[in-house]
């Protein structure tokens, strides 16, 4: 039996779920595993505690960044089978710097990683919003399960099928079972790449399901053989286990495949939506990439605090040196956020956003190709909501259409991409998207407004009001997305401070708005008292033995000074809330 039914249709959005999607379920992250670990085992005996710190001490000098739980769980497995390393031959006594019962150690983590991910149902409200992607799944031309693929052990999924009565297919009835996967009936396919809390193995090699709460990962079955938990770590990647093996390559040919609705010509689009998740594996990546090389209809979305880094350093370039783009470059929209907060918009505002800006860019590309006239404006406004920054970036550059973007649209690419720059940390790059934002309110309200002094010296401010009240409904929408976007990253690693005091900037430039009516009567003696050359211009203006030509060009004078004198509020607003380039 082959081990991929390729009839089996994928959905058009997929998930894959690393450690990052189960952070607010209470599961811990990598690298909060192993403090938690330590602290656990401060209970339990001390010179197991005292062995877990000597060996954490050794990697953190080896690893720099920090030990996470994969690399605790390698280095107790290979300690565990030092006789079976061939790289100790080359040692010139072959002695370790430390020794013991490594196998009590690495039961006890993997005990107490078990301890951690049955989560609780109350846990994971936050995954309710994956109910309309089952329920688009399902209401699609060709009908399919919503396609989870998942490299967490926690039971996240499986709470979320049990709390809205809905169904999953993992690959077992109760025995591994590959043929479930074609029960197209069911609302979600979950594919755990690294197996489950809930998945056995037991001592004559079947794979079983056993949906009980028990945090020991060892137990005995009734037939009395025992059964282990089949969690895959790190350097068991690539040792045989049938389910992970064939769902490797179930989830190879599910990325890859294109989408083909029933009743249209073309292939839809395809999204992989990645959580939490670094690509540190390799043979992931690199199946992501080939399922990209294959599918030039296959978009990946990154949620992450880290996403634009993940996408620079590890899946943007084939090559370590950035020379060799992938064919994921420039098909990836980097989102720096918690999934638990962007959870809830995900679909309405990004998905579909997504899916109606490219389609309007091939559109538009096949209209310029056969000689028509082309409107490339009319994609940006779904590609920037939906923060597909690169492909906007480029339609920009390629098509050269700056000139025809008003200064609304601009403002909100300036900010967009300033602000999501600013929330990954690349501080170099978002001050000169912000500085674009500053020159164009700086030019919007100097176009507002006009100083204005009647022959017989009474003075006021000209205000377009239309203008004004546009200009208001676009800086409080800007205002609200920076507002939310922040909320969306609380917590995350960027510099609080500086993006605090830039969306400051635009409740200052509203309050400003808001009184800039009550100045339209000037009293020209107070309105400048500091300033001498004002106040020179002004006595000169309203002597009546000044001539008429004199006059004219003092009038000119006086109104350009008063005009600047408004400007000059916005722009000190503006320098006091700038983003530092270097931080």
């Not at 089996?8 to 999607?21: E, K």
């Not at 800086?475 to 609200?480: N, P, Q, R, T």
Request: hydrophobic share 35%; glycine share 4%.
């Amino acid at each position: 039996m082959s081990i991929m039914n390729t009839e089996t249709r994928s959905s058009q959005v997929i998930f894959f779920l690393g450690a990052g999607a189960s952070v607010a379920a209470g599961v811990p992250t990598t690298y909060d595993f192993v403090d938690q670990f330590i602290e656990y085992m401060g209970d339990k005996d001390t010179d197991e505690q005292s062995k877990i710190k000597d060996i954490i001490e050794i990697l953190k000098s080896w690893t720099p960044d920090g030990v996470d739980i994969e690399i605790l769980l390698e280095t107790l497995t290979k300690l565990k089978n030092k006789d079976q390393e061939p790289i100790l031959q080359f040692c010139m006594d072959g002695n370790l710097k430390l020794d013991g019962d490594f196998e009590k150690l690495i039961k006890d983590l993997k005990d107490f990683i078990k301890s951690k991910t049955m989560v609780h149902a109350e846990t994971i409200d936050y995954l309710r919003h994956l109910r309309g992607f089952v329920i688009d799944a399902k209401n699609r031309a060709t009908p399919t399960p919503l396609d989870i693929i998942s490299l967490n052990y926690d039971t996240c999924i499986e709470q979320f099928c049990n709390i809205h009565e809905m169904s999953y297919q993992d690959g077992f009835d109760i025995y591994w079972n590959l043929k479930t996967f074609e029960r197209e009936d069911a609302d979600i396919r979950l594919y755990k790449l690294h197996g489950s809390v809930l998945w056995y193995q037991s001592d004559r090699g079947n794979f079983i399901k056993l949906p009980i709460l028990s945090e020991d990962s060892k137990i005995q079955l009734f037939s009395r053989e025992y059964a282990e938990n089949l969690m895959l770590y790190p350097m068991q990647k690539w040792d045989y286990a049938e389910p992970l093996l064939e769902l490797m390559v179930r989830i190879k040919g599910l990325i890859q495949s294109k989408i083909r609705e029933l009743g249209e010509e073309s292939e839809s689009l395809k999204f992989l939506i990645v959580v939490g998740y670094s690509f540190r594996d390799e043979h992931i990546k690199k199946i992501v990439w080939d399922a990209a090389r294959r599918n030039t209809k296959l978009y990946v979305i990154i949620i992450d605090p880290n996403a634009y880094q993940i996408y620079h350093d590890r899946v943007k370039y084939y090559d370590s040196e950035g020379e060799i783009a992938s064919h994921l470059s420039g098909r990836v929209i980097y989102l720096p956020y918690k999934f638990e907060e962007i959870v809830s918009i995900l679909k309405n505002d990004y998905v579909s956003n997504l899916n109606e800006g490219i389609r309007l860019v091939e559109k538009c590309q096949k209209n310029e190709d056969i000689g028509e006239f082309v409107r490339w404006t009319e994609c940006i406004k779904p590609l920037i909501d939906a923060e597909y920054h690169e492909m906007v970036e480029n339609i920009i550059k390629t098509k050269n259409i700056m000139k025809e973007l008003d200064w609304g649209l601009n403002s909100k690419i300036s900010i967009k991409i300033g602000m999501s720059l600013l929330l990954n940390k690349q501080y170099d790059q978002a001050s000169k998207y912000l500085d674009q934002f500053y020159s164009t309110i700086e030019d919007v309200i100097t176009d507002l407004i006009k100083g204005n002094i009647s022959e017989s010296g009474y003075a006021s401010l000209e205000i377009n009001s239309h203008g004004l009240h546009e200009f208001e409904r676009v800086i409080a929408d800007l205002y609200d997305f920076c507002k939310i976007r922040h909320k969306m990253c609380s917590g995350s690693d960027y510099d609080v401070d500086q993006l605090t005091k830039f969306i400051s900037m635009f409740n200052k430039i509203l309050e400003y708005i808001k009184i800039l009516p009550k100045r339209r009567q000037i009293d020209p003696q107070t309105y400048r008292p500091l300033d001498p050359y004002f106040n020179e211009r002004y006595a000169e203006f309203i002597d009546k033995d000044t001539s008429t030509d004199r006059k004219i060009e003092l009038k000119s004078e006086l109104e350009s000074m008063i005009k600047d004198e408004e400007t000059t509020i916005i722009r000190d607003i503006v320098e006091l809330s700038k983003i530092s380039s270097q931080v």
